[in-house]
Nanobody, 114 residues
Framework: QVQLVESGGGLAQPGGSLRLSCTAS????????MGWYRQAPGKQRELVADIPSSGRTNYADSVKGRFTISRDNTKNTVYLQMNSLKPEDTAVYYCIADYDRRYWGQGTRVTVSS
């Protein structure tokens, strides 16, 4: 079993930055992959970025060059650094962990608006 606790969402202006954090209840050494999905109002949930245990990152085309996913194994935490935010980044962001099955966090809301 894996519990995920997200933090760092909030309101940002276009062009601004936010950093999301996701802390797992067990060592992320034992987790195959972690990542972030998002769901905007009226849209399907979509992958934003993920990072497997190998460390090779994967990004949605819409966030490449603006978002960076990283992991701190000593803190059992995965981060999503979001720069150059756009209004279309507004969504609820969910952390995921692939262990024995996929686990989801509760979600953290990101709003990009002037």
């Amino acid at each position: 079993q894996v519990q995920l606790v997200e933090s760092g969402g909030g309101l940002a202006q276009p062009g601004g930055s936010l950093r999301l954090s996701c802390t797992a209840s067990r060592s992320i050494f034992s987790i195959n992959a972690m990542g972030w999905y998002r769901q905007a109002p009226g849209k399907q949930r979509e992958l934003v970025a993920d990072i497997p245990s190998s460390g090779r990152t994967n990004y949605a085309d819409s966030v490449k060059g603006r978002f960076t996913i990283s992991r701190d194994n000593t803190k059992n935490t995965v981060y999503l650094q979001m720069n150059s935010l756009k209004p279309e980044d507004t969504a609820v962001y969910y952390c995921i962990a692939d262990y024995d099955r996929r686990y989801w966090g509760q979600g953290t809301r990101v709003t990009v608006s002037s």
